[in-house]
């Protein structure tokens, strides 16, 4: 079963500018939350499963044709050992956003740092373990994109204005 | 004395796309590196001391402005129970990049978990601790920048392909 | 469903005196012990939402205006990078008690951080994290008004006293 | 040599408010803070080493005669198990505040931990490890000590304006 | 319902030379594994709630006349910000053993530092978090009373015995 | 029940190259995770429970007798203070891989530093807490069988080749 | 240059009846603490190197005789993946104290729960990482001896209280 | 300054068997200890660096052609997110032994994390954080090639022997 994916919804003969990518199968239940921001947001994308380990090839060669391929921004997510996102930061000079799953063991403090921990020459922008990481991811990509693209600036602050607006005054017992 | 900032020596008239805020200036010794690297690439900035916790209205005002005022990119560098990145970017849709500066007891630990662990709708792209992490962000501003000016985007390849072309075959004893 | 708040109950006419604050909805099964400590005290509290990053300008409103609204104590609860005590205790020099609420993956450790590791100048004082901490934060604030209001401390000691009474001398099998 | 002890030069009849007491002699360079801070805000305070691990009786002497001697607010710093803030609140309902001292092995995450997890009954307010603690636990008490004295407030908030000033603009490469 | 205690059961008139003593009710499901122990080893035990927060004088009295009450070692357990070993070792000079009693936010990380990192001066011979830390306090004080005690020591190393004889010589996939 | 032991099964005279030795039988269902592999590569290993501190002389005779008995990697798992892997290097020259079991309270963290922070001499080559170290520990005892049997490489690669084409392109909402 | 050893001081024919044992001569600087209060209390000791993975025999065999011999209490101090204790304690049913040394990458955390994790059926008694874990080794043998020798017990409880009147009433600025 | 490379010195014509490759030219005093050990047990090797993120396609080509080349082990190490062990291994089905470089935020606990906890399918073996890790994947290599070639085997174990009986019998105050 194919997630859905916007651009084929939206907008049908847009090449999507944004690219999620994550090591496996196992990641897509946390990824998916960066497929329903952009979703929300009217942001077509691609989803793709890279495995840095599995995959060394496929993931070459996706980050060496990212940019020609018309993608403006690559999320990267992955757990443990976690080397995808700097290792397509290291073959394309596209802002990468990465995404720490939460791993079995150490709740994902393992793929944060193997995350954010890149030395200096290739940045990965690193977001939140999980799910709020990637809503984030997908949050940044619309950001990021915003500054070329109106449209997208004024849904990403509509967006943001009604979850302002969304906040209770006062908690409540009964949820 | 005042920091270099590159735009009055490349281009006295432009207003700087990128800014570098930190919450003291004890935060400047590492933050420099983002301002270097900008240097390095001519990509013009304006770096600020802006405290979260002494100066929250400056903090405010900034943010609330930065967009309007032509920035299109926030470094944000801060350390221990580091707030400015966060509540930066609480108040802007701007991209905002977040620098955990290394702290006396905790190494940059607690920096990098109060940057980095942003809750769902407000996102940070976090970089590693201390001077990488300047120098990275400084590159990831570059590289969002790169998605809308060329230019940018061959001095940002240059610049990589420069610093791959300088890694030694083999180890020296000597350095 | 509107939680319990005891100035309702106890004291009509009374403006609380002690706030209980917290980030989100889901804060309040953590928050909640805080109010009732308060309601076993018979000291009325006001509980509201505020949000550092959803809702920032409510959360500057709030805490420039507490001192004057006659809130003497600001009981503030947040999880992950937990801005909101830190960012409360910026804009007021009332005493601000931070609670670190149990995070997802890290457990309330990044929590902890954020909020207790605060820069020489705005103190918070952080209780343990989660539901102990709440309820101690209720308990503090108890303290700091009792210095002013010998009935709280009459009410205080019998709680401790009380508390001090109802352990059992051996361990239970049966509980 | 003794250490100045504001309440002898401000105030010499005046029965000082607050308590700082510390497990050891090394405990001072940090505890000072506290002091010096007190001292800024013309605050009498007294200054007492009192452990809980080699003097357990003096703890206990000194924390069920707290409040009958005058005091409102104390602050207690210690080190590794750092046991001293948590047993002088289990004998006294006034407001304890705790300086974690950072330890030679594990840089104050001993001292944050023993400090700050306490259970549900006994309080005690922390702040950050080192300096920046101690410094805001003179901060918090003048804090709770501005609720039911104006002077102190008006001091406390002149000394947070000040500081507000006192913020550079910019970095400067000079300092 | 009291738990079982051996020393009704294999010497009415014997003095019990163990104390298993614990901070609350909460901690006896994991503290019970170390009176397992002493049962399976025939040695008289006590085992009391003392808590070191909400009953301090029960605990003072308790670790001042431990010794002139017959006891030879004393095991003590508590979770968090976990005080009762240490300063049970500090009103003693008995042999302390302290057990981390697993704690819900932090999985007894704080409940072993706050034991173990005693300063210079008051010892506390500390086991493993949880269940296999009580059994092993348990064969401690064994360990330690077989010093004078030929019979103890008999029982115990036939109890060791035993156990390396139970160890299968290969895995099972039935059990 | 007896675990499989792939040498009966797919070659009834070898001798097993691999020992799997483990701590407990609890280790067992993590441990046979590296069997599985050892039986998808068709590599004949034997698993064996040896426990470093209820059977050490087990221990010692198994490390010292390995070689000569036709052992030619050793792999290792254990939980907590995990000291087989170690102590089986201190009576061996082979190999020794140590697979880190995720422990109750910490979840592997002190299996992982007992394994892996061995001193200058002794090496333990270890892999990921759990079940993903077990498999790469087989994974790895096939490795370095592979340098002496070609047949053995061919398996490896044929394996990893499988693995690397099984990996879809798109993650999917129905797994 | 042969450490000091107070049996051939002060009780030339006494068999010494602690033994304190390390990884290596890195260690005794650490450990020489323990030494120096058994001679303040004037407690013959031996004090050997004994390597658990670089002489794992002289490891067993002092083991297996150390109560033979005449130790009654075992103190043993070690590094990193810190053996040394746990298989000490897999050999005997002495009471095995161990004290974590400080390790250079992670000071000493490792150290700590290679010793503390201990399984059920082997106990390890651990005190604080560093100099004060092996002055407390030092002091908790001393308090086990104290059981069998009212002479031991005086001179541990004068050290005791000499210690608590040498704790100064107020901290000094001179020191 | 070229460092020492044994093959040049004792064995001219052959091709090395190990490779040690590291990150950039700053691991070299760690990984150093690897070529020394090798040194001295004649063991030819190739040190090289190769990174994973400013030179990916020399990375690349240095796994995929490693095993042709003649290598059949490769040491590698790295600091803060090191990716280049795991990434070596994506590519090759040699053994990889990873070291953790201490790392100057993280101590190299961001190292070890990136290393070991690689996922199911792609092993790396990893070694201590620092110095004694790189020594111990020299001796690692050795052990693995000494399956092979009896030579390196009787070098292997007459060099563990000599360590052996190294060991003092007493710690020395002199040293």
């Not at 907008?11 to 199968?25: D, L, N, W, Y």
Request: net charge neutral.
């Amino acid at each position: 079963n194919f997630p859905s994916m916007s651009q084929t919804d939206t907008a049908p003969s847009a090449q999507p500018k944004v690219a999620i990518i994550m090591g496996s199968q196992s990641d897509w239940p946390t990824m998916k939350y960066a497929a329903e921001l952009l979703d929300d947001l009217s942001i077509p994308y691609e989803a793709r499963i890279v495995s840095a380990h599995r995959t060394p090839d496929r993931m070459r060669n996706f980050a060496m044709s990212a940019r020609e391929k018309g993608f403006a921004v690559i999320i990267a997510g992955a757990g443990g050992a976690a080397h995808l996102p700097g290792m397509v930061a290291a073959w394309t000079s596209l802002p990468v956003l990465g995404v720490p799953v939460q791993s079995a063991a150490l709740s994902g403090k393992d793929s944060l740092l193997s995350i954010v921990q890149m030395p200096a020459g290739v940045p990965v922008g690193t977001l939140a373990i999980g799910k709020a990481g990637a809503t984030n991811a997908g949050l940044m990509a619309a950001s990021i994109l915003s500054l070329g693209e109106p449209a997208i600036r004024d849904r990403l602050d509509a967006w943001r204005t009604a979850r302002t607006k969304s906040v209770a005054e006062h908690p409540s017992d009964s949820e």
